[in-house]
T-cell receptor, first 115, second 113 residues
Framework: DAGVIQSPRHEVTEMGQEVTLRCKPI?????LFWYRQTMMRGLELLIY????????DSGMPEDRFSAKMPNASFSTLKIQPSEPRDSAVYFC?????????????FGSGTRLTVV | KQEVTQIPAALSVPEGENLVLNCSFT??????LQWFRQDPGKGLTSLLL?????REQTSGRLNASLDKSSGRSTLYIAASQPGDSATYLC????????????FGTGTRLKVLA
């Protein structure tokens, strides 16, 4: 199993541009999570899906952020327009409920820099 | 609102020492608590999960305890090794109705050879 796969690993973009981050969860996992990690705020949950359906998006900071999960093997997190304060490492994680420790597997993250 | 705090923020110890990492949370009504390890430039790896009804969990040289009433958890690492150097984060899940974890800011551990 290749684990949770995120792309790109690094993204540098100019303020105002659209950014799309991608995630392929582990096959068979029924939960998918998007997190953001910064030095100031630590690790924050942005949104999570269960069986491709968004369950809790209360952590999405603004309308500029949107996430989709069109099928069980793919999810995207989009920022439009991007701002310098969006610079962070964005992690995707997937989980299979009932497989302790809750089968939580993180991807290696996408480091986003908005200049 | 649940807040999770980890002290110290950084720790440096010589190889072979036993050490304790601390995690405290403000709302004791938790469903479970997990300890994670994060290596530089990598994602998080789950180490141990303690259900709210449990007092401790062990895995190899790691032992995690939970005192829900006082809002505390500790991660004990026995006979530390340089390979244990990483950032350790604890995270709490509030209720069984949500899968939302609140993370602490982590303890950055360095084990010196």
């Amino acid at each position: 199993d290749a684990g949770v796969i995120q792309s790109p690993r690094h993204e540098v973009t100019e303020m105002g541009q659209e950014v799309t981050l991608r995630c392929k969860p582990i096959s068979g996992h029924d939960y998918l999570f998007w997190y953001r990690q910064t030095m100031m705020r630590g690790l924050e949950l942005l949104i999570y899906f269960n069986n491709n359906v968004p369950i809790d998006d209360s952590g999405m900071p603004e309308d500029r952020f949107s996430a989709k999960m069109p099928n069980a093997s793919f999810s995207t997190l989009k920022i439009q327009p991007s701002e310098p304060r969006d610079s962070a490492v964005y992690f995707c994680a997937s989980s299979l409920v009932g497989r302790g420790p809750e089968g939580y597997t993180f991807g290696s993250g996408t480091r986003l820099t908005v200049v | 609102k649940q807040e999770v705090t980890q002290i110290p923020a950084a720790l440096s110890v010589p190889e072979g020492e036993n050490l304790v990492l601390n995690c405290s949370f403000t709302d004791s009504a938790i469903y479970n608590l997990q300890w994670f390890r994060q290596d530089p430039g990598k994602g998080l790896t789950s180490l141990l999960l303690i259900q709210s009804s449990q007092r401790e969990q062990t895995s190899g040289r790691l032992n995690a305890s939970l005192d829900k009433s006082s809002g505390r958890s500790t991660l004990y690492i026995a006979a530390s090794q340089p390979g244990d150097s990483a950032t350790y984060l604890c995270a709490v899940r509030q209720t069984s109705g949500t899968y939302k974890y609140i993370f602490g800011t982590g303890t950055r551990l360095k084990v010196l050879a």
